[in-house]
């Protein structure tokens, strides 16, 4: 069993900072990509970032310049750093990671349940 859980999300003001972190647990055998992504009320949710697991990012295009996410892969977590929140950045965000379960052969993505992140105006 694999399970991810997210961490940190809550309430700022606009031009507050955020980290959210994300653990992975279970039964494991590696991690490939680890992303992020979010989901505003009554939008379909995005891609927000994604490292790989040689830690190169990449970022859509909205948050480049605000968002960091880096990893470590010995903790199996993956942070988002969030800086100068707007408005817009409200959302509930969730992790994901591509990974390959103990005793298996092909990678899966694997979802966390999800952190609300509230910024007000």
């Known amino acids: 069993q694999v399970q991810l859980v997210e961490s940190g999300g809550g309430l700022v003001q606009a031009g507050g900072s955020l980290r959210l972190s994300c653990t992975a647990s279970g039964s494991i055998f590696s991690i490939n990509n680890m992303s992020w992504h979010r989901q505003a009320p009554g939008k379909q949710r995005e891609w927000v970032a994604t490292?790989?697991?040689?830690?190169?990012?990449t970022y859509r295009d909205s948050v480049k310049g605000r968002f960091t996410i880096f990893r470590d892969n010995a903790r199996r977590t993956v942070t988002l750093q969030i800086n100068n929140l707007k408005p817009e950045d409200t959302a509930v965000y969730y992790c994901k990671a591509n990974l390959v379960h103990s005793g298996g052969y092909f990678p899966n993505d694997y979802w966390g349940q999800g952190t609300q992140v509230t910024v007000s105006s």
């Open positions: 490292i790989t697991w040689g830690g190169s990012p």
